[in-house]
């Protein structure tokens, strides 16, 4: 199956895992041509196109609820439900939007531009169901910059005193918002990610059972499930601030690996209550440009996809709000002392990288 012959999500599912790979390949080339050739959002959407196959082959996509959270990181969902034949439109006049947009798709089922919102809205949406006595599975979809929005935490404190209101919560963790985070959930983020024994179990112990006599070669298929419970045998602190709030923590995850995504989404729709996934990505994955300038790529005007060098503009420009804020900030500094810069997480955005020491 092609990405072009994909109008609905759930045509996804019973799909191998060879024919989804087949698909994130072309998804990632779409999304290049496109933002290459009308600009927009290209680092986040790049980063999750395992994570969002993964999620949607095993989820019902009549019934069942995603939300993104800002949207940036949607543009393989949109692909994948029903745009794609529109989608050279991208941010273009009547063309497909850049964010999520409720009247656009029935798959777009709640509409933002700023981050921290989709687990308050996912949380309220499963609430909505059991109030009346329907049944469907509620996904929020947050990156870890957007975890440490005051209404993230809000949200979680309320989903955590509910263990009987089922919600899946999906951590994308690319180690960045536009630019890299800063903070103590971050820095606690990362240790869970570098964990020796995490490590040790994800890289080793597939391997290792491989190479058994008799059963190694059989044993595989299990592979997956074997190493989420070796992981949360080894490392017992792994996600203890999530499960002390209330949630059941499965994690981290190899968000380019589709078999262990997949696995791992099964399991996480199995148990009730709250559940986060925390799901390990690279932002700009499968373009090297990109991953290696994870801050300037977040987003971009239309660009040459060799060199991945900006193409001029055919008329002058007048300068960006943010530059002119930035270098205006860098004047009113030198004069007053007592200036400071603030920036959620965002400093080339807005012009205030200029300003930082």
């Not at 299990?222 to 017992?236: D, N, S």
Request: with cysteine.
């Amino acid at each position: 199956m092609n990405l072009s012959e994909i109008t609905h999500p759930n045509q996804l599912r019973g799909l191998s895992v060879h024919q989804l790979e087949q698909i994130a390949r072309q998804i990632r080339e779409k999304h290049l041509q496109t933002v290459a050739t009308s600009g927009g959002h290209l680092g986040p959407g790049l980063g999750v196109v395992e994570l969002t196959l993964g999620l949607y082959q095993t989820l019902d996509l009549d019934r069942d609820k995603v939300i993104w959270d800002v949207g940036h990181q949607a543009y393989p969902h949109k692909l994948i439900t029903g745009r794609y034949d529109r989608f050279h439109t991208l941010r273009q006049k009547d063309g497909v939007a850049g964010y999520l947009k409720r009247c656009e798709s029935p798959f777009d089922h709640f509409g933002a531009g700023h981050a921290s919102t989709s687990i308050s809205a996912a949380l309220g949406m499963a609430l909505a169901r059991d109030l009346k006595g329907e049944d469907f599975k509620c996904v929020a979809v947050i990156g870890d910059g957007a975890l440490t929005g005051g209404m993230s935490l809000e949200a979680i404190n309320h989903a955590g005193h509910l263990p009987k209101t089922n919600l899946l919560v999906v951590l994308n963790d690319n180690e960045m918002s536009i630019s890299p985070n800063v903070g103590a959930i971050p820095r606690y983020l990362n240790k869970m990610r570098l964990s020796d024994p995490v490590q040790f179990v994800t890289d080793n112990l597939e391997e290792q059972f491989k190479h058994l006599p008799f059963f190694g070669e059989k044993f595989t298929p299990e592979m997956e499930r074997l190493k989420e419970g070796m992981k949360r045998l080894a490392v017992p602190k792994v996600g203890a601030v999530f499960e002390e709030l209330g949630f059941t923590y499965m994690g981290p995850v190899d968000g380019h690996n589709l078999e262990e995504l997949i696995a791992t989404f099964n399991q996480a729709h199995k148990i009730p209550g709250p559940v986060l996934v925390h799901v390990a990505t690279t932002k700009g994955k499968g373009y090297e440009i990109a991953e290696k300038d994870r801050v300037g790529y977040h987003a971009q005007n239309p660009f040459n996809l060799a060199t991945g060098k900006a193409i001029p503009a055919s008329k002058p420009k007048p300068p960006s709000y943010a530059k002119v804020f930035g270098e205006t900030l860098i004047k009113l500094a030198e004069e007053n002392p007592k200036v400071v810069g603030i920036t959620a997480a965002m400093a080339t955005g807005t012009g205030l990288d200029k300003l930082q020491a």
